[in-house]
């Protein structure tokens, strides 16, 4: 019997678009992430504004590709970072940009002495919990009823970590 070959989905972002930290965000570019976030998480949660994204971002670490796509947003403490938040545009939703923007964030992390990484995700998100495990995070616990969704239910959260 012939193994069942599957052909590899195609990714249809730039390559070329780079992911990179953001050392300093102009607030109409923060604006722009806030939009993406608040789109991203419409169906569950509020987004966050473009200060919010901004206070985190000055004291951690926020990555983004260079057409505002997707950013990732991380709090930092010594060898330790937490990932608050990862948005796609729902536009842009299963190319892989989620994926490369974590990859590009825990490459340039790990690189700047980041030996663990932490982050929590609701219980309802599967496709979420999906490639956390298959970017080797593990799952490391669960919250009861941590996160209120905007029509008021609560959901869990399941807290996964991964080392370098």
């Known amino acids: 019997m012939r193994p069942c070959l599957r052909k590899r989905r195609r ?3 730039d390559v070329a678009s780079l992911i990179r930290r953001l050392a300093s965000v102009p607030p109409d570019r923060l604006e722009r992430l806030a939009e ?7 169906s569950t949660s509020w987004g966050w504004s473009g200060g919010e994204i901004g206070a985190l971002a000055d004291a951690g670490a926020i990555f983004a ?13 010594l060898d ?28 340039a992390l790990a690189t700047g002495g980041v030996k663990t990484i932490h982050l929590e995700v609701a219980a309802d998100n599967v496709a979420a919990i999906s490639l956390y495990q298959t970017l080797d995070y593990r799952i490391t616990g669960r919250r009861k009823a941590y996160y209120r969704r905007a029509d008021g239910d609560r959901v ?9």
């Open 11 to 13: 990714r249809s972002f």
């Open 65 to 77: 590709d260079d057409d505002d796509r997707a950013f990732a947003l991380f709090s930092l403490v």
């Open 156 to 164: 869990d959260a399941v807290t996964m970590a991964k080392s370098f």
């Open 36 to 42: 993406i976030h608040r789109l991203a998480f419409a």
């Open 80 to 107: 330790e970072a937490e990932l608050l938040t990862v948005a796609v545009d729902p536009t842009r939703h299963r190319q892989g940009l989620a994926r490369a923007t974590l990859g590009a964030a825990e490459a």
